[in-house]
């Protein structure tokens, strides 16, 4: 029979090392080999940072996507309105063409094509008629006319049908593009609730005293801008302090093409909806030659844009989360100007 030997003791360097590896593994995340390193608050910052901006990015593209929308509601409901009232028409030449075959079945006769228009639907009657050899007088006028007419009403079916169906893709490509901004800001708003109250509003900028006077609510502007600039200028103005929501035009809050879109209309002048359109809305300005009332845009692909107010000063809707409010003209990647 062997020898059985009893465990020895832990030696205090042994415990010490079991200790402390226990400890380890109670923070590394469950499984992982290692415990990455937490994220320093300028890393938080710029993460919620990009996802605002890519949220604001999509919301353009939103926005333009909503404005097509409406446009093809607009489009097609007027096809629709029009179609209805050639239906009225061809309803008033079957009458015409009625009396017509009343008049000469009493007169000893009905003309075969009468009698086909009679006993056919107008679609099919109309088809037919168009091959035959007409005789001339009311009743020729009033088939050609009838003829023309449910060519018109054909065309106009397939347009409108055409329309429905890219109203229908707007619509899908309205919900992806809502759902992909809402996805964004509440990756950031997830972000920001595991933050302490003042990291929290270093990350936001709302420690910065000077930004929090520019967005005091309701100011009015004093500057030297007349005429149209000047009811641009007093209406941006106005909105300061008012929040950033992201696809509204206000008049509660805006977003960014919103708020100019509003502004420049208060002034007389009108603006497509979205930054990129806004872009291409006017006459381009050297940076050293703008003026207040210009519009300033920003980032590649041009998915913000604001209202110069003078003194290197811009006025905007910043981001979900922030008010209307004035900030340096420089404080994001400058990308030119425009003078609608």
Known sequence: MGTHRRPRPAGRTRTAVLGAAAGAAVLLPAGTGWAEPAPSLDQVKAKVDGLYEEAEAATEEYNKVDERAKQLQDQAGKLQDRLAGQQEKVLQYQETLGALAAEQYRSGGLDPSVQLMLSASPDEYLRRAGLQELAGGQQADALRSALRLQQSIDQERAE??????????????????????QAKLGEASRILAGLKAADRARV???????ASRSSARGQTYTGPATGQVKAILDFAYAQIGKPYQWGAAGPSSFDCSGLTLMAFRAGGVSLPRVSQDQWNAGKRIAKADIQPGDLLFYYNDLHHVGIYIGNGKLLHAPRTGKNVEI???DVMPYMGAVRP
């Open 204 to 210: 936001l900028g709302d420690n910065n005293q000077a």
């Open 160 to 181: 409108t049908a055409a329309k429905l169906a890219e109203l229908d893709q707007a619509r899908t490509t309205l919900t992806a593009k809502k759902a992909e901004v």
């Open 327 to 329: 900030v340096d003209m």
